[in-house]
T-cell receptor, first 115, second 113 residues
Framework: QQQVKQSPQSLIVQKGGISIINCAYE??????FPWYQQFPGKGPALLIA?????SEKKEGRFTISFNKSAKQFSLHIMDSQPGDSATYFC??????????????FGQGTTLQVKP | DAGITQSPRHKVTETGTPVTLRCHQT?????MYWYRQDPGHGLRLIHY???????DKGEVSDGYSVSRSKTEDFLLTLESATSSQTSVYFC????????????FGPGTRLLVL
């Protein structure tokens, strides 16, 4: 029940296209859903995050869509650029209802944006 | 970037030897975490700390111990390294929970022969 399942494992998109990565969770108590971006040889860095009381959050070219009833959320990267090529991780947490901040990560998606 | 460093950055060791990885942060963050990253598994929490000398287990804590004697330092010890502990280890820290961001260090690549 603590798992977060992420798909696809890898994704190739043309420059200017839309990249979509999906995640599903089981624990309905999760109250915080961040996305992290990781470049080769670096640590993950927070990209964007959402709480389940909203259905969408947009920051620049990055949008999280959240479907509470389906227990799914997704990351959309609009106008994908070669510089977006990285590994993306979704995560879930009881960040607001517990004092631990523990993150449960998905398996990761390697995105390649072709010029 | 938050000031998080990890040492060593790379280590090769032999099965059965103890190994200690160090995480150092200069942000005065209360929370610190150790994750391991393996292909197909994403990142998995090993141990975390919510204050000096306050630590607790994560989802993959067997074979690992931690210590936090100062706010800025969080040590991860592999008591007797095994080949299954070959991985990339990341430390993270945050000021709190809720919307507070977890900032990750650059990672330590550990190979257990």
């Amino acid at each position: 029940q603590q798992q977060v399942k992420q798909s696809p494992q890898s994704l190739i998109v043309q420059k200017g296209g839309i990249s979509i990565i999906n995640c599903a969770y089981e624990n309905t108590a999760f109250d915080y859903f961040p996305w992290y971006q990781q470049f080769p040889g670096k640590g993950p860095a927070l990209l964007i995050a959402i709480r389940p009381d909203v259905s969408e959050k947009k920051e620049g070219r990055f949008t999280i869509s959240f479907n509470k009833s389906a227990k799914q959320f997704s990351l959309h990267i609009m106008d994908s650029q070669p510089g977006d090529s990285a590994t993306y991780f979704c995560a879930a947490s009881l960040s607001f209802s517990s004092n631990t901040g523990k993150l449960i990560f998905g398996q990761g998606t390697t995105l390649q944006v072709k010029p | 970037d938050a000031g998080i460093t990890q040492s060593p950055r790379h280590k090769v060791t032999e099965t059965g030897t103890p190994v200690t990885l160090r995480c150092h942060q200069t942000e005065n963050h209360r929370y610190m975490y150790w994750y391991r990253q393996d292909p197909g598994h994403g990142l998995r929490l090993i141990h975390y700390s919510y204050g000096v000398k306050d630590t607790d287990k994560g989802e993959v804590s067997d074979g690992y111990s931690v210590s936090r004697s100062k706010t800025e330092d969080f040590l991860l010890t592999l008591e007797s390294a095994t080949s299954s502990q070959t991985s990339v280890y990341f430390c993270a820290s945050s000021r709190g929970t809720g919307w507070e961001t977890q900032y990750f260090g650059p990672g330590t690549r550990l190979l257990v022969l």
